[in-house]
């Protein structure tokens, strides 16, 4: 069993039957009143983020999680196509579960799927990636780092990001992963 005070980013708590991944967690203790947190999930079934409040101490059981190394293979349209690196086994993830991530990875990429309680639910990326651009508008003469604007791209994933003006096609870009957004060039 897990306590609210030891909740971590990251920790992966079951809530009611439904396996939730904790974003963030903030302990409020109120001048009046018991102390509580406050909790933002993410469902591992589908991804839904949703916010909830607990009593502070209150239990819950712990999910035991595990990463293994996967090869991305491709995508269909429905489902994600994964092959473990060390048994050749191939596994398929539905890409509405994974949208976030798949937005970043290249097809043939090697990449860690996370396990929970025995089944595929999640893939894990670094907090920052390297992409090549490989569509933006031409940048101009006296397009500079300094200017300040941005223009829309597309990466060589589809993922569509803002990136500084000075940026051009086959340009590689460092982007966070988390948040979808240009860091700099790489």
């Known amino acids: 069993m897990i306590s609210t005070n030891q909740f971590k980013n990251g920790n ?40 909830r409040t607990f009593r502070a101490g209150e239990k819950f059981r712990a999910i035991r999680t595990e990463t293994r190394k996967m090869q991305f293979l491709y995508r269909d349209g429905s489902d994600a196509h994964f ?37 595929p639910a999640d893939v894990q990326l670094p907090s920052a990636i390297d992409l090549a ?15 300040g604007g941005t223009k829309p791209a597309v990466l060589e994933t589809g993922a569509r990001v803002q990136v500084p003006l000075f940026i051009n096609v086959g340009d590689v870009v460092r982007v966070d992963t988390r948040s979808g957004e240009y860091v700099s060039r790489a």
């Open 83 to 119: 092959m473990d690196s060390e048994s050749y086994e191939q596994l398929t993830i539905p890409e509405t579960a994974i949208a976030d991530a798949l937005r970043f990875t290249r097809e043939s990429e090697e990449v860690e799927v996370l396990y929970i309680d025995n089944s």
């Open 12 to 51: 992966h708590i079951e809530v009611e039957g439904t396996i939730f991944k904790i974003l963030e967690f903030q302990h409020v203790k109120p001048g009046k009143g018991g102390a509580f947190v406050r909790t933002k999930l993410r469902r591992a079934s589908d991804g839904a983020v949703i916010d």
């Open 133 to 147: 651009v490989s569509e933006t508008e031409p940048g101009l003469r006296g397009d500079t780092a300094s200017g």
